[in-house]
Protein backbone atom coordinates (compact mmCIF):
# COMPACT_ATOMS: atom_id res chain seq x y z
CA UNK A 1 0.00 0.00 0.00
CA UNK A 2 1.07 3.51 -0.97
CA UNK A 3 1.59 6.23 1.97
CA UNK A 4 -1.20 7.86 2.31
CA UNK A 5 -1.50 12.01 2.74
CA UNK A 6 -3.72 14.45 4.60
CA UNK A 7 -5.11 17.15 2.79
CA UNK A 8 -3.01 20.49 3.70
CA UNK A 9 0.52 18.33 3.14
CA UNK A 10 2.88 19.27 0.51
CA UNK A 11 2.52 16.89 -2.67
CA UNK A 12 5.79 14.87 -2.72
CA UNK A 13 5.20 14.66 -6.46
CA UNK A 14 3.25 16.09 -9.52
CA UNK A 15 0.57 13.66 -10.52
CA UNK A 16 -2.99 13.08 -10.25
CA UNK A 17 -3.50 11.62 -6.86
CA UNK A 18 -6.82 9.37 -5.63
CA UNK A 19 -9.06 10.69 -3.08
CA UNK A 20 -9.47 7.78 0.10
CA UNK A 21 -11.96 7.18 2.39
CA UNK A 22 -11.76 7.24 6.27
CA UNK A 23 -11.05 3.81 5.91
CA UNK A 24 -8.60 3.71 3.22
CA UNK A 25 -11.50 2.79 0.04
CA UNK A 26 -11.04 4.64 -3.26
CA UNK A 27 -13.95 6.97 -3.43
CA UNK A 28 -13.18 7.48 -7.16
CA UNK A 29 -12.73 11.03 -7.16
CA UNK A 30 -9.01 12.15 -7.92
CA UNK A 31 -7.18 15.45 -8.16
CA UNK A 32 -4.29 16.68 -10.08
CA UNK A 33 -1.46 18.46 -7.92
CA UNK A 34 1.91 20.12 -8.35
CA UNK A 35 5.20 18.97 -6.37
CA UNK A 36 5.24 20.96 -3.19
CA UNK A 37 1.88 22.50 -3.08
CA UNK A 38 -0.48 21.68 -0.72
CA UNK A 39 -3.30 19.10 -1.37
CA UNK A 40 -6.45 20.85 -1.55
CA UNK A 41 -9.17 20.03 1.41
CA UNK A 42 -11.26 16.83 0.78
CA UNK A 43 -15.14 17.39 1.08
CA UNK A 44 -15.41 14.82 4.28
CA UNK A 45 -13.39 14.88 7.10
CA UNK A 46 -10.76 11.46 7.27
CA UNK A 47 -10.44 11.52 4.12
CA UNK A 48 -6.68 11.61 2.39
CA UNK A 49 -4.83 11.32 -0.78
CA UNK A 50 -2.73 8.55 -2.38
CA UNK A 51 -0.43 9.71 -5.54
CA UNK A 52 -1.91 7.24 -8.48
CA UNK A 53 0.17 8.35 -11.61
CA UNK A 54 3.29 10.53 -11.42
CA UNK A 55 3.54 13.55 -13.89
CA UNK A 56 6.61 12.51 -16.16
CA UNK A 57 8.48 16.11 -16.89
CA UNK A 58 9.94 16.64 -20.09
CA UNK A 59 11.97 19.90 -20.74
CA UNK A 60 12.32 20.81 -24.09
CA UNK A 61 13.88 23.92 -25.18
CA UNK A 62 14.53 25.26 -28.61
CA UNK A 63 17.33 27.81 -29.33
Known sequence: MSKT?????PAPKSG??????PRG???GEQVVSTQHKPLPPTPKP???Y???KPAHHQQSYKK
Not at 16 to 21: C, E, F
Open 16 to 21: IYDMLG
Open 46 to 48: GQS
Open 25 to 27: GHT
Open 50 to 52: ELT
Open 5 to 9: LKPGQ
